[in-house]
């Protein structure tokens, strides 16, 4: 990764951290998950850089090697919305495409809906057009669903304290890579549903968990946990949402976010093309919840084909 370079810039009182690589006017801006930092892009950066565009990446307040709020407690998606409108800002860019992954496809909506002219495209790997909120398909999963497990104030921090990080993010790698949602029984924790000797997935070297663990010895889960586990349940005031920019959502056929009730539906409903109406969706058949990772070159190809047709 010798060819990204890295910097901190002050954004809303806070120092974060900005990876990229490429130059030019035409901008793709990636916004990560969890449980990733901009290293979740490395692939992708490398590949659109190449193909002419200026690559930004960043780790959201409270991960990785950027500064933790004051109150992490306070957090909501919201502050993420603002902290990429003033990166684009710091960095003078008036638009880019957005490319996001789990939560960050989150703030990548919601950008597009209240800042339409900031936005040329958005890409989304597993998460179909969703705003914060509250949602019946999260009400209908069991108790021992993760999201409601971590929306627990101090249940996760329990059950990840009692290994060290590298461990936590291996087992949530595994975990989120499975075609089922990682649920738990009543008398177990979540990190309890991993064997131990369970390697991790193959396409996720030592050297990929060393730099993740690294960043989140930093960072902790404290920020994290807060968006998006414990907010992802609250109104983000946004009514009769629309999204006019062109949209790629790209789906693993085995994203385990499939299985959720209703979400294989969605994807192919009216509704969704009514909210997002110049969108295009490409399942990936042996993609999964981290499939950009996974399947990286299979994913650059059909980005930057998406890039190229809506960039001139």
């Known amino acids: 990764m010798e060819e990204i370079k890295h910097s901190h810039?002050?954004?809303?009182?806070?120092?974060?951290?900005?990876?990229?690589?490429?130059?030019?006017?035409?901008?793709?801006?990636?916004?990560?998950?969890?449980?990733?930092t901009w290293y979740t892009w490395r692939y992708q950066m490398i590949a659109v850089a190449k193909a002419g565009y200026r690559a930004v990446a960043?780790?959201?307040?409270?991960?990785?090697?950027?500064?933790?709020?004051?109150?992490?407690?306070?957090?909501?998606?919201i502050d993420l919305v603002e902290d990429t409108i003033s990166v684009l800002d710091t960095f003078g860019?008036?638009?880019?495409?957005?490319?996001?992954?789990?939560?960050?496809?989150?703030?990548?909506?919601?950008?597009?809906?209240?800042?339409?002219?900031?936005v040329a495209g958005i890409v989304s790997l597993g998460v179909p057009f969703k705003l914060p909120g509250p949602s019946d398909a999260r009400d209908l999963m069991p108790e021992g669903?993760?999201?409601?497990?971590?929306?627990?104030?101090?249940?996760?921090?329990?059950?990840?304290?009692?290994?060290?990080?590298?461990?936590?993010?291996?087992?949530?790698?595994?975990?989120?890579?499975?075609?089922?949602?990682?649920?738990?029984?009543?008398?177990?924790?979540?990190?309890?549903?991993?064997?131990?000797?369970?390697?991790?997935p193959p396409w996720l070297s030592e050297e990929d968990l060393a730099v993740y663990a690294s960043s989140y010895l930093?960072?902790?889960?404290?920020?994290?946990?807060?968006v998006p586990y414990r907010t992802l349940g609250i109104d983000c005031g946004i009514t009769n949402p629309k999204v006019e920019a062109p949209t790629?959502?790209?789906?693993?056929?085995?994203?385990?976010?499939?299985?959720?009730?209703?979400?294989a539906d969605y994807i192919k409903s009216d509704k969704l093309k009514h909210i997002v109406p110049d969108l295009e969706t490409v399942f990936v058949?042996?993609?999964?919840?981290?499939?950009h990772e996974k399947l990286p070159e299979e994913v650059n190809e059909l980005m930057i084909s998406f890039l190229n047709k809506h960039g001139n």
Request: glycine residues 10%; negative net charge; aromatic residues 14%.
């Open 9 to 36: 810039v002050e954004v809303n009182g806070l120092k974060l951290h900005v990876a990229e690589i490429g130059t030019g006017p035409k901008v793709v801006l990636f916004l990560h998950g969890f449980p990733q």
């Open 58 to 77: 960043y780790d959201f307040r409270g991960y990785g090697l950027s500064e933790i709020p004051a109150e992490p407690e306070k957090g909501g998606f």
């Open 93 to 118: 860019i008036s638009k880019a495409f957005l490319v996001g992954t789990d939560l960050g496809s989150f703030p990548a909506y919601m950008i597009a809906v209240l800042y339409p002219e900031r």
């Open 145 to 200: 669903f993760y999201c409601k497990r971590w929306q627990e104030p101090g249940r996760a921090e329990a059950d990840f304290g009692r290994f060290d990080v590298k461990t936590v993010i291996k087992n949530i790698y595994i975990l989120f890579s499975g075609t089922k949602p990682p649920t738990a029984r009543e008398e177990q924790e979540i990190m309890d549903l991993v064997d131990p000797s369970t390697p991790p």
């Open 218 to 226: 930093k960072s902790g889960f404290r920020y994290p946990l807060q």
């Open 248 to 263: 790629l959502l790209i789906m693993g056929e085995k994203d385990y976010a499939l299985s959720f009730p209703s979400n």
């Open 285 to 291: 058949e042996e993609g999964n919840h981290f499939v």
